[in-house]
């Protein structure tokens, strides 16, 4: 008999290296990016509130692009092996990958059986969790961005900073200013026009696409019970990527299966108008294996965990695999549009990657996280399959590690708060004991409160101010009434 | 069985149902959203959308010839219909055998026709069928002239899906290609096609 297998936590680049106050620290004084990120976060807010507004049955779709997530969350293993026997039949190879490093070592043993030295690349969130940039360079090929915010950041040696448009912290002048440092055959006298830009990278990229032999991408969707692939795309360099080569490599996550080609119904209508803002993305390419005389002849699927069975296993977090990627919530999170995304540490950034890295990882490495947010819902209003953000942070708080002294603290007030008798007589001890201050305080500063506290509760006094007892409580001065 | 090897795709298997043993109840999907449109005219909702994307849309197969003398070098499928090509006097280019990257890179524009369109969302969708060619000719030259029969054109997205198959190689085209990647402002003009052209024939146009 079979022992039932643990679910195994993940690696890659999803743990914060720093705790998020730290990390954000030096972004929140950084001007130039504030008023960056502010710009773009507005200018999408409202794109994708006129987009969303225009649809009669956005909610519907909301709950049914979410009941079919849960479904597929509750179906994976089996949706899993029908996908693999329908691409399968459909002549591609399915490879799986435990974790992180396994991915990178199958894309590596992948592209080198081809003869191979390059690869090009459409964006996907997948091949940065995993690191794969970095493993195929180890392996001496080199891998090539093809998606014009991931080229920013390659050229620039920088890392995604946001999930749609991972080059959302460069302005247009510091965009020229990379292309002008690194493309060394950007014009002499390009400019910092979006236009121009754009011109100067389809020329770069262009040879590269017509005799690329090895692609490597993610997927939006994989349909179990077709075996079709979907990636989502404006540019073109998906279709480039996904259509010349005679190689293609999809490294897709577990939870990125939908049950039915039906399904897509709901999806690519709920996607493109929470991501970009738009009805449509100007480019959707779906392909079902292979097709004879038409795209890549060697075509592979990797499929990944790298943690995605550890978030399954958590009841209360598992909607965190419910995501599409699609951004809105770091959109309209005020903590990421001040922060930035850097700042998380993860690839998944903003309120969806402040819930799904410290999930990934186990939530002892990511603590911080889950801490990344005021709770104000804004992400869950947004959400397009309704993923209770707000919930998740709070039940991922719970299972952060506290300090000793402040786990002993709450153990006595939880003791104090459990009788009103109790609470009634702490209060009126407190008012005894910070009464007089409170008058004090009140007296000097106008208002009754302390600025700090002796260590350690120093520490919770960094950031607020100690509120001290009112002259009488309220239910007191109801008594009176 | 100390040392046997359990393949990965035996042990993420395993994880999952190990992960699911509290067995989540069965989920009913509401779909209580539009499957078909009753707008009374798809037609101008669709030439809306298109322009809004900065598409150029020419009505009756009569604008094609015009439009075709501006092109010296075309790219066709195979089965174009004949009568798309009345009076083309430039070069023709059709995809048998199959043009290289690199020559197709070369043309000026191709020419072809759709399998579905959404008026909603100004979506044009190749299947590889009828008029269309492989993937790559629709792709490459820089500029894509794409003739749209009335009969083609459905109200929303879960009509078109009806009428097409998951295992042909499908690309969905809204507008000619684009970015938002600079401060999230849309231009157009990037990898695919800077200029796609729809010519709408057939009753109603």
Known sequence: ?481 | MVGKTVSARDEILARLRTALADSPPPVQVPRGYRRVDDRPNLIDTLVDRLEDYRAVVHHGIDALPRLLSEVDRLAVPIDVPADWLAGYAGELHRDAPPLSPAALDDLDAVLTGCAVVVADTGTIILDAGPAQGRRALTLVPDRHICVVRTDQVVGLLPEALTRLDPRAPLTWISGPSATSDIELNRVEGVHGPRRLEVVLIGSGV
């Open chain 1, 1 to 481: 008999m079979s022992h039932p297998v643990a679910p195994a936590t993940g690696g890659g680049r999803i743990r914060t290296p720093l705790p998020f106050p730290t990390a954000a620290k030096p972004a929140v004084a950084d001007t130039q990016l504030r008023a960056n990120l502010h710009r773009a976060t507005r200018t999408i807010r409202a794109k994708r509130a006129r987009v969303v507004d225009e649809v009669p049955d956005w909610e519907a779709l909301r709950d049914a692009g979410s009941a079919i997530k849960a479904d597929v969350q509750r179906r994976l293993p089996e949706l899993l092996e029908q996908f693999e026997a329908s691409v399968t039949a459909a002549g591609a190879t399915v490879h799986w990958a435990r974790d992180a490093a396994e991915a990178c070592r199958i894309v590596v043993e992948l592209t080198r059986a081809t003869g191979a030295d390059e690869v090009v690349k459409v964006k996907s969130m997948a091949t940065q969790e995993i690191e794969l940039n970095e493993a195929l360079e180890a392996a001496g090929i080199a891998a090539y961005e093809t998606d014009l915010a991931e080229l920013i950041v390659q050229l620039g040696e920088d890392t995604p900073s946001h999930i749609l448009v991972p080059a959302i912290h460069y302005n247009r002048a510091q965009i020229r200013e990379i292309f002008e440092r690194r493309m060394a055959d950007a014009p002499s006298d390009l400019s910092d026009e979006p236009a121009a830009l754009a011109e100067a990278a389809r020329a770069h990229l262009r040879r590269r696409f017509l005799s690329a032999r090895v692609a490597v991408s993610g997927a939006n969707f994989a349909v179990a019970d077709t075996g079709t692939l979907v990636v989502v795309e404006s540019e073109g360099n998906g279709r480039m990527c996904l259509t010349l080569p005679e190689t293609l490599i999809s490294v897709v996550g577990v939870e990125k299966l939908l049950p039915t080609f039906t399904d897509l119904e709901v999806f690519l209508q709920l996607l493109p108008r929470s991501s970009t803002g738009e009805r449509m993305n100007p480019y959707t390419s779906m392909w079902t294996g292979v097709t004879p005389g038409d795209g890549p002849q060697d075509v592979h699927v990797v499929l990944v965990d790298n943690g995605r069975s550890a978030v399954l296993a958590d009841p209360v977090g598992r909607p965190a695999l419910s995501c599409i990627r699609c951004s809105a919530c770091l959109n309209v999170c005020p903590v990421y549009e001040r922060a930035g995304g850097h700042a998380y540490g993860s690839v998944y950034p903003g309120p969806i990657g402040a819930i799904l890295s410290p999930q990934l990882t186990g939530v002892a490495d990511n603590a911080s996280l889950p801490y990344a947010s005021t709770l104000c819902g804004a992400c869950y209003d947004v959400c397009p399959v309704k993923i209770n953000i707000p919930e998740i942070l709070v039940h991922l708080r719970q299972q952060a590690p506290h300090p000793p002294a402040e786990r002993a603290t709450m153990r006595v007030l939880s003791w104090v708060m459990r009788s009103p008798r109790r609470w009634a007589a702490a209060l009126r001890l407190a008012r005894a004991g910070a009464g007089p201050l409170g008058a004090y305080r009140e007296r000097r500063t106008g208002a009754r409160t302390l600025r700090r506290l002796p260590w350690p509760a120093s520490a919770w006094t960094r950031s607020r101010d100690v509120p001290l007892p009112a002259p009488q409580t309220f239910r007191e001065w109801w008594g009176k009434q």
